[in-house]
């Protein structure tokens, strides 16, 4: 089955519901529109006798930047890319919200849990997540892939390059990592009825060198983030995913942009730059990945608690001098 046929499959299968309310890749409509450009192309050749017969597809089309597809393809497909992405992040900071509950909310679900089943809710919405993210992913990489073929250009690869840039990519989001993590917490990779419909995610080496999250997703889609801290050189504690998408240790991030432990990655200065891609401003929208952070707590109890005690002995030391300061400062010292 052609992918075409499968996404629109998809979109009329059983989260229909779903896709109703949310925006998806309008895969058909940018078909068309590389069609229209195709056939306007082919037929400008022919009056112009500018192709001979033994001319390669790569070297036929002579219209690398076409304006057509310039204005209606690449505008439209980052509008669509910019609002998966949105709705993707959000949705998935929801689920994952309610998984990690406190207080009176955790109350509540507990009570709701009497009379409707909370975690199977959940879980359901995390596979119908998955499956949004997975098969948009492939549509976009499909259509640019044909857009590359029809003109003859690098301008899809280059397209790939500005969605990386914008931080829209869709299978490089932190917030893919965290669903992973709630999947490995809710233990559905010991269920064999999950393991086929909301993919595979293993969480290999923890207690070794070279700690990594694999993720297979629907139509043998295959990621792998490798969780150790590039700054300490060790697996990832209290992570925090950058702007940027580098993970670091929160102690570690905190150290990299100059601000104490207790103030939080947040507070860093504007100008701060992520100490792998130096990219300026990454700090301020941080995500602090809990799902990730619970995961290293279950599988590695002994390092989980050497390195809290250690995060918790040097914010008490950062503190105190921090107050020392302040208080030097007011009477004058």
């Known amino acids: 089955m052609k992918f075409g046929e499968t996404f629109t499959e998809y979109l009329h299968g059983e989260e229909e519901w779903f896709l109703e309310k949310y925006r998806y890749v309008e895969y058909k409509k940018l078909k068309k529109v590389l069609k229209k450009c195709k056939t306007c192309n082919s037929t400008r050749s022919d009056d112009e006798h500018i192709i001979s017969s033994a001319t390669s597809l790569s070297d036929s089309c002579q219209?690398?930047?076409?304006?057509?597809?310039?204005?209606?393809?690449?505008?439209?497909?980052?509008?669509?890319a910019y609002d998966i992405a949105g709705c993707f992040k959000s949705r998935v900071r929801h689920l994952l919200h309610l998984h990690v509950a406190t207080g009176m909310q955790r109350y509540m679900m507990r009570l709701r849990r009497?009379?409707?089943?909370?975690?199977?809710?959940?879980i359901h919405e995390g596979h119908i997540l998955i499956q949004y993210i997975t098969m948009n992913a492939i549509a976009i990489r499909k259509i640019l892939k044909k857009y590359d073929k029809v003109h003859g250009s690098e301008n899809g690869k280059n397209f790939k390059l500005k969605m990386r840039a914008e931080r829209i990519e869709l299978l490089h989001s932190p917030w893919l990592i965290e669903l992973g993590a709630f999947y490995l917490n809710s233990g559905l990779d010991k269920v064999g009825n999950f393991k086929n419909s909301f993919g595979r995610v293993s969480c290999?080496?923890?207690?070794?060198?070279?700690?990594?999250?694999?993720?297979?997703?629907?139509?043998?889609?295959?990621?792998?983030?490798?969780?150790?801290?590039?700054?300490?050189?060790?697996?990832?504690?209290?992570?925090?995913?950058?702007?940027?998408?580098?993970?670091?240790?929160?102690?570690?991030?905190?150290?990299?942009?100059?601000?104490?432990?207790?103030?939080?990655?947040?507070?860093?200065?504007?100008?701060?730059?992520?100490?792998?891609?130096?990219?300026?401003?990454?700090?301020?929208?941080?995500?602090?990945?809990?799902?990730?952070?619970?995961?290293?707590?279950?599988?590695?109890?002994?390092?989980?608690?050497?390195r809290m005690m250690g995060e918790r002995s040097e914010m008490v030391k950062q503190s105190k001098m921090f107050w020392n300061e302040q208080t030097m400062q007011m009477i004058g010292f």
């Open 114 to 122: 009497c009379f409707t089943d909370e975690k199977q809710a959940l």
């Open 204 to 306: 290999e080496n923890i207690n070794e060198d070279q700690p990594v999250m694999k993720l297979m997703l629907p139509n043998s889609i295959e990621l792998e983030f490798d969780l150790v801290c590039a700054i300490c050189l060790e697996t990832v504690f209290n992570p925090y995913a950058l702007k940027c998408g580098h993970i670091f240790c929160k102690a570690c991030a905190c150290s990299s942009a100059s601000v104490m432990i207790f103030q939080g990655v947040k507070a860093a200065p504007q100008c701060s730059k992520c100490p792998i891609c130096r990219e300026v401003g990454v700090y301020a929208e941080a995500v602090h990945m809990i799902e990730l952070h619970l995961l290293l707590k279950i599988r590695s109890k002994e390092y989980w608690k050497e």
């Open 63 to 80: 219209y690398q930047s076409c304006p057509w597809c310039d204005q209606m393809f690449f505008e439209e497909l980052m509008k669509e």
